[in-house]
């Protein structure tokens, strides 16, 4: 944004804007953001959030361990990355200034509750002079507003106690923020009252606090002018909120109903895939059992176990638990049953940074297992994507009887974005035949011509009983078989099945021209980054294209004709290189990796870096 | 048996088979049985199917889940579903089974190493959460199928392949880590006495929830006469306690020997010799509310006692399948069926024209 917002007056019209709210982590931030969020959405923006919340469960109050961040990026259809940096920035506390300031574009609002800048809590965030008084803020707009006390003001006549009314102050922070941006109060108003239904006190203070904050931006012209954010062009049709780990639970939901099958979903909590248990927990109506396992390797056991039984088996986990479920990931291979892995990556190796996000795991999903262990690996782009490719994971894992690993990651876990709802009954319909009970020659590891699949017999049904195992079988009968021309036979069927998998999926598609000087390709969830800034390059009248692979194993036919038809090719990711090393194993071509392994996602400004460099190179 | 939440039915095809009732040859595989000569599983997979036999469950209704190590072989040689899996990690995988499908009768087949070694953690999680299983638990303090290294039952000093000076290990009790996980039914038997291992084996079955049975059973190759102590027929009457519940404990020639408890400790009598009145001695209850009898009873071995065995404790509480499942009728009798389009558009929605 370059508006210049001393010299104009009024309404001023922008494509798209980036907000961040930051305070202490008891003050409310992730829930005003989400609500700003739901706002934007409703007048048809388009929107893309990201939580930033501190791995302390309950740091001290005014730390800078203990700010919890907020940011939303919103406005038109090209929104597609939570913004690269902020232009508005509303800091509850001095900490919250410290931790978010050099984000900040130059020139940036930033909207402080200055009663907070007490020399305690200037003491806590380590500042020395109070940054509002010493200069130390110019180059922004300082925007010092008394929150405290206004909220104070604005929730005295309601029946709450001090402590109760002062932590209303975050709405009275989003009132102005929605002052700021031309959006009304009527929407959050009636969440509060939904939210608060039983607690009108509750209801009508935080009410008191919003309106407070809009009228007192509203009369005090907090500035000349204030903003209208373009909106959206989405395809028609509705749409909600969501973020990766709920697009991902209801992926796993509604593929199950379309199969017709029990959900038997099997995880042992960890940081950042926790959301997919919790969110599937709630929803047992749907034939969804939760089983929350003793630890990671049951949770996978469980999951296989239920697959057997003829449920869908999906477990849950984050690097340190997919190197504990390795064993049983070798196990569904060898059995050939339906299995589904959702790895929610986050920065490693161990433990790493356990809130951070990385792509660091392709490898280990790909190659990770003793033995020629081939399986499917799936990478969600976007949050919403994560309910498409969950379904698809099920898809994949029951039509071709593999295990299948979708990678997802922090970033995709806790941003949000609008998820056009589809219509359940345009999904595909995931039924898939049920074996029938020959005259006692049923063999389990009869193939499937076509898919190379075999026949998925439960336990329970007549006729079809039979025994598996991770010692090799023996083709067609699946008995025990110590042979060694079976066992070469067998490992070619294992790998020549996934591979045709190929066969099932969407070839692949670039965006932007089909050939040209570069080629961005990317993986997961650096889609949004790397399709704003390609696109960029694009409109500058560069030859630059962008090719995301949302397949990983197989790769979708067409990959290697794409990436021979450029003349250089870039793989930003968030590790050392991984995709990169994959497809320079696959075709001799130079293909360059951009790293980034700072636990955080790639900004648009950093892969128009790379484009640069790379078109600059002889 | 249909199972009406799955929308495949289970039951495809008529009966085909008459109404006879079922032996032990419906439940007996084509496989080659690949244990050694002589080796205590033989007895145990005969008793097995015969017990499946007496309890009429259709074949197609069981399902045998194994480890690693010469017992988990087992599922093999059952005519039966099977699922012969990885190290120590059968319970888990028949959790998930019967979660998926309680209509079955799932067995878990697992050995001292893979139960109480690699497995442990399952084992005891199994057995707190009450999942309807029966798990068997060969003991032969010993690992054969690697061919005779100590396992974690092997005594303190035993001398193998990896203990060369005799282990430095403690045992651990198989009974007694149940009993500590608060499983609802814990009993002992042996693999030379099909009689006895019959009997607890159908009582076992006919438990709801994880029932737990440790057998005791010879690795001829590795670890022969490991419980001669106990089991040899010179040392009958002597080494070993046949419990019954609701009696009191005895053993010895003609049954005239029984126990007492004094200053916390059980002390041995002869009941016609030492003046203590026959209805002064320990009696069995396997329905106890404290765990501390069986616990106690559990832990007597020689040199000092005799040992039991027999069911140690058989105690009713909800499974966990059970639980489970009552947690998905009430959650589709509060909101109905699931309704995927309503789940979808829950929440904030907004139409974009």
């Known amino acids: 944004m370059t508006t210049d917002i001393d010299t104009c007056c009024g309404l001023v019209e922008v494509q798209h804007a980036t907000v961040r709210f930051a305070g202490d982590s008891g003050d409310g931030m992730q829930l005003v953001g989400s609500q700003f969020a739901d706002i934007a959405s409703l007048v048809g923006n388009m929107i893309r959030t990201m939580p930033d919340f501190p791995s302390e469960i309950r740091a001290p109050a005014g730390s800078l361990a203990g700010v919890s961040g907020y940011q939303l990026n919103f406005g038109d259809e090209q929104v597609s990355t939570p913004g690269d940096a902020p232009f508005v920035l509303v800091a509850m506390n001095p900490a919250a200034l410290k931790v978010s300031l050099g984000d900040l574009q130059p020139g940036g609002l930033v909207i402080v509750n200055e009663d ?77 009252m939904l939210k608060f239904a039983k607690a009108p006190d509750v209801m009508a203070a935080n009410g008191a606090a919003l309106r407070a904050g809009y009228n007192y931006a509203n009369t005090t012209e907090l500035l000349r002018v204030h903003f209208h954010v373009a909106p959206a062009k989405l395809p028609p049709g509705r749409y909600r909120r969501v973020t990766g780990n709920e697009a991902a639970a209801l992926g796993c939901i509604a593929a199950s109903h379309r199969a017709g099958r029990k959900l038997l979903y099997a995880s042992y909590p960890i940081t950042p895939a926790s959301e997919i248990l919790h969110e599937l927990s709630r929803h047992k109506e749907f034939d969804v059992l939760t089983l929350q396992c003793e630890d990671e390797i049951a949770a996978c056991c469980a999951a296989l176990g239920g697959a057997f039984a003829g449920a869908i088996g999906v477990t849950g986990t984050s690097g340190p638990g997919l190197a504990l479920k390795t064993e049983a990931i070798g196990l569904a291979v060898m059995t050939e049953l339906p299995l589904v892995v959702i790895n929610v990556q986050r920065a490693g190796p161990s433990t790493g940074l356990p809130t951070k996000t990385e792509q660091s795991d392709l490898l280990a999903a790909l190659h990770g297992r003793p033995g020629e262990s081939p399986v499917v690996v799936l990478a969600a782009a976007t949050p919403a994507d994560c309910f498409h490719l969950a379904f698809e994971a099920v898809r994949l894992a029951i039509r071709h009887m593999t295990p299948v690993i979708l990678l997802s990651d922090s970033f995709l876990a806790n941003s949000a974005e609008p998820f056009a709802i589809p219509d359940p009954a345009r999904l595909p319909e995931l039924r898939v035949p049920t074996p029938k009970a020959d005259n006692g020659d049923f063999a389990p590891y009869r193939r499937d011509p076509e898919t190379l699949a075999r026949p998925w017999a439960m336990p329970g049904m007549r006729g079809l009983v039979h025994r598996i195992g991770g010692l090799e079988k023996q083709d067609v009968t699946g008995l025990v078989s110590y042979d060694a021309e079976n066992h070469r036979r067998m490992v070619d069927l294992r790998a020549a099945k996934v591979a045709g998998v190929a066969q099932s999926i969407p070839p692949a598609s670039v965006e932007g021209p089909a050939a040209g000087d570069l080629l961005v390709v990317g993986w997961g969830s650096t889609y949004g980054a790397i399709a704003a800034a390609t696109r960029q390059a694009r409109a500058a009248g560069q030859a630059v294209s962008h090719l995301h692979l949302r397949y990983l194993n197989p790769l979708p036919h067409g990959t290697d004709e794409i990436l021979r038809s450029f003349r250089r090719i870039v793989v930003p990711e968030n590790n050392l290189g991984q995709l990169a090393s994959v497809l320079r194993a696959r075709l001799p071509l130079e293909i360059t990796p951009w790293p980034k392994v700072t636990g955080q996602p790639f900004l648009i400004r950093e892969i128009s870096e790379a484009i640069q460099e790379l078109l600059s190179r002889e | 048996m249909s199972n009406p939440t799955l929308a495949v039915s289970l039951d495809q095809t008529p009966e085909t088979g008459t109404s006879r009732p079922l032996t032990r040859r419906d439940f007996q595989s084509k496989q080659e049985i690949r244990w050694c000569p002589g080796c205590g599983d033989f007895s145990v997979l005969n008793v097995v199917q015969k017990v499946m036999a007496t309890l009429a ?121 149940a009993l500590a996980a608060q499983a609802t039914f814990v009993a002992r038997t042996m693999d030379s006495d099909p009689a006895h291992l019959a009997q607890t084996l159908e009582a076992a079955a006919r438990h709801r929830g994880t029932s737990f049975v440790e057998i005791l059973q010879n690795c001829r190759v590795f670890n022969d006469g490991a419980f001669d102590a106990v089991t040899a027929r010179e040392n009958k009457a002597e080494g070993r306690i046949l419990l019954h519940h609701g009696a009191p404990v005895r053993f010895g020639a003609g049954d005239r020997k029984g126990l007492v408890i004094r200053d916390m400790e059980p002390v041995v009598v002869h009941l016609d010799s030492d003046g203590v009145a026959e209805d002064a001695t320990l009696m069995h209850n396997a329905q106890a509310k404290s765990p501390a009898l069986a616990e106690l009873l559990a832990a007597l071995a020689p040199p000092d006692f005799p040992m039991a065995f027999g069911v140690f404790r058989s105690v009713q509480r909800p499974t966990y399948d059970e639980l489970l499942m009552d947690q998905v009728r009430q959650s589709k009798a509060r909101r109905g069926v699931g309704d995927l389009h309503a789940l979808l558009n829950a929440g904030t929605t907004w139409e974009v024209e």
């Not at chain 2, 990885?86 to 888990?92: L, T, V």
């Not at chain 2, 190493?113 to 010993?142: A, E, F, K, P, Y």
């Open chain 1, 116 to 192: 907070e800048f007490t020399e305690s809590n200037l003491k806590k965030a380590g500042y020395p002079e109070n940054p509002l008084a010493d200069g130390s803020l110019e180059g922004f707009r300082v925007i010092p507003v008394a929150m405290t006390r206004l909220n104070d003001e604005a929730t005295r006549s309601t029946g709450l106690s001090p402590s109760q009314r002062a932590r209303c102050k975050n709405f009275l922070a989003l009132g102005i923020v929605l002052w700021l941006y031309d959006r009304p109060v009527q929407p959050v108003l009636e969440w509060l």
């Open chain 2, 57 to 177: 469950v259709p074949p197609h209704q069981v399902a045998v889940v194994s480890g690693i190590g010469c017992s988990s072989r087992f599922p093999y040689y059952v005519d039966s579903y099977g699922f012969h899996s990885i190290h120590g990690r059968a319970p888990a995988i028949a959790t998930g089974l019967k979660c998926a499908n309680p209509e079955l009768s799932v067995w878990v087949v697992t050995g001292d190493g893979d139960g109480l070694s690699i497995g442990t953690n399952h084992m005891i999680h199994c057995l707190r959460r009450n999942v309807d299983l029966n798990i068997l638990l060969l003991n032969n303090r010993i690992y054969g199928l690697t061919k005779g290294q100590y396992s974690p039952t092997s005594d303190f000093g035993q001398r193998t392949k990896s203990s060369p000076h005799g282990s430095i290990e403690r045992p651990i009790s198989p009974v007694r880590t």
